[in-house]
């Protein structure tokens, strides 16, 4: 058990070496830098002097070649420095605490209500596979499934924000907030749920076309299985069959899967958060990119891969929990 | 319309009722390829306590017989007719009919069953306590630590080793021959009236085999619970049965006690079946017999009776039979390509689908025919 996890915490530094490694050469080499984008940005009879911005270069290490660039980044991350936004002028860790919060409630609300809904919309549709009404629904989950979110987003906000507008289903068009901090706090928390209903819709319902045809096709497979058959023959109930002995065979898969959810509940969607303009790590990452924001790139880009390789371990682990033929050692 | 032969009676004699009965079972699979009947008038019946074994090569149906009595056929197969009587507690079941709930309470509690394959009939991710409990407690009222304590007394009484150490633990910790032992406790665990085992040794070694069969006799005669053992392996039905069923392309041709059958074979099938066994006391060497041809697949039965095509008895009218002898058709005598032959007694309680089983002479022991050498 301890060598397992030495093993896995080696592996996992290393990883995480060569990820960022490469990601802060990439941003290093993509053409602009964070002060030719300011430049862009700032008004064209405002003059800089060149020795400014050689100072500017320095300041922000531009100067030095990315490899030394990252050497710096990575001795600064040992000391637990991520260093500071060059475009927002605050600590990256600061940054990242701020969008934690938003990212993680639509997220975590949506992988909530996706298991909610899949696992017995997963366990109805192998019971009756193969009816009609079986077909219809799963034709629907497909049609679903290869539906842009971003088209759906925009036509949600088309009904709920434009053509529901001053009816009791109006919902907000982006935002995650119109009432001011010192609003009172229940009705702060009623206005961010209700900014929260269409981003949510958005993100479920790809995921849950998705993850119940994946319960589907593992119970259809667990239940061609001999010890189905040992099931029945003892005089188990189809209801006891499906739940009790297939779909807890269908865990070991399904832990995987969750596993892998373990970063996009922090981390948020790029698309989601940029057409809800919700205040979210993935909006953040965007922003970021587009600005050669690099502390924040790398910052975001560790986060993302602990959690990555967290979600694996994690998987990992429940494993043991669910398959007791699997050991850690 | 075909004249038969007349026959003293046409079904199993009605000596007492048997346990079970099966009636021109007939159950068929529906394929896109077409309908495949692999089980095509099957009758057959197990008396209370006894062994009956059903033999009979790949395909012939045995395995589909034994899941239709505990209705568990796979889609796209279904009974299509016959029944399946049950006789327990003083009442007659219909099991080809009866409704699923009351099927539910049969299975694993009336009628216990034994798959062939001890590594993946256990579910792994439960314990061996936990999955013979649950079948005491699908059929009995009684709490979760009683239900436990039967699991305990059940794998003493197959006598696995560390019985109570086995009960928490996984499938995947045992060798094969314990999962078999946890496959017999889980079935016996409900004081079943019969117990079918269907090819209950093929995946095991020979030593395991020898000793899962001797369990098997050994709590037959303790608990008096009648057997069905399905096999491919005479010398396994020679060892623990006390009666035979022979099973060729989905029907019985032959159902005899053990005994009857291996000194007096009567339907060709039969007789080839016991010629093509090596014995011990075989006087020449040489290759062993063979029946010629190949058994025929569901989807392509000869009609009338489905062994002339490889039957040295086979009479037909001028033409070949498998063998490529011409046998004279008697006068009188059907052929066997013109109708189904009835099952039919020819001595008590020996039962043959043949037409010329009383015509093809003084019954042969299988001795001497192996001696003889049949077929070659």
Known sequence: MATY????????LTTLVVITGFVYGLA?????????????????????????????????????????????????????????SISRKQPVTQLIAERIGPSF?????????????????????????????????????YVLYSFPTFVAALFLQI???????????????????????????????????????????????????????????????????DYIRTARA????????????????????????????????????????????????????????????????????????????????LADMLYCVVDPRVSLD | MIERPPHPRLSPPPRHAPLLAIKNLVTAFHTPAGRIPAVDGVSLSIERGRTLGIVGESGCGKSVTAMSVLRLVASPGRI??????????????????????????????????????????????????????????LHRRVSREAARARALEMLQLVRLADPRQRLDEYPHQLSGGMRQRVMIAMALACDPELVIADEPTTALDVTIQAQILELLSELRARLGTAIVLITHDLGVVAETCDDVAVMYAGRVVE????AELFARPRHPYTI??????????MKHSGPLCTIPGMVPLPQHFPAGCRFHPRCAYARLPGAESGSGRVVPLPAGELPCNAAVPPLHEVAPGHWVRCFHAESLGPPRSAQEIAAGGLFS
């Open chain 1, 5 to 12: 996890f030495l093993r896995r915490l080696l592996l996992g």
């Open chain 1, 28 to 84: 290093r080499n993509m053409p602009g830098t964070p002060l030719t984008v300011q430049l862009g940005e700032t008004d064209p009879s405002r003059k800089i002097n060149p020795e400014d911005q050689e100072r500017l270069r320095k300041i922000y290490g531009l100067d030095k070649s990315w490899p030394v660039g990252y050497a710096q980044w990575l001795g600064n991350l040992l000391q637990g420095d991520l260093g500071r």
């Open chain 1, 105 to 141: 409630l639509i997220s975590g609300t949506s992988l909530l209500l996706t298991w909610l809904i899949s696992v017995p919309l997963g366990l109805y549709a192998s019971a009756r596979s193969g009816r009609f009404d079986e077909r219809a629904s799963s034709l629907l989950l």
């Open chain 1, 159 to 225: 009904i709920f924000a434009v053509w529901l507008r001053g009816t009791a289903w109006e919902l907000p068009l982006f935002g995650m907030s119109d009432l001011p901090a010192d609003a009172p706090w229940l009705a702060r928390v009623g206005d961010v749920a209700r900014h929260a209903i269409l981003p949510v819709t958005c993100q479920t319902y790809v995921s849950l076309a998705y993850d119940s045809r994946f319960i589907k096709a593992n119970l259809e497979e667990a239940v061609r299985q």
């Open chain 1, 234 to 313: 003892k005089g188990a109930g189809p209801w006891r069959v499906l739940v009790h002995h297939a779909f807890r065979n269908t865990l070991i898969p399904l832990v995987t899967l969750l596993g892998l959810s373990l970063p996009a509940l922090i981390g948020g969607s790029v698309i989601i958060e940029q057409i809800f303009t919700w205040p979210g790590m993935g909006r953040l990452f965007f922003e970021s990119i587009r600005e050669r924001d690099y502390p924040t790139i790398m910052g975001l880009t560790l986060m993302f891969s602990v959690l990555t390789l967290l979600g694996q371990l």
């Open chain 2, 80 to 137: 299509e007719a016959g029944e399946i009587l049950f006789s327990s507690g003083g009442t007659t079941l219909d099991l080809a009919t009866l409704p699923e709930p009351a099927m539910r309470s049969v299975r694993g509690g009336r009628i216990g069953m034994i798959f062939q394959e001890p590594m993946t009939s256990l579910n792994p991710v439960f314990t061996v306590g936990d999955q013979i409990a649950e079948a005491v407690l």
């Open chain 2, 255 to 258: 159902q005899a006690p053990a």
């Open chain 2, 272 to 281: 080839g079946l016991l010629a093509a066994r090596p014995s011990p006391g």
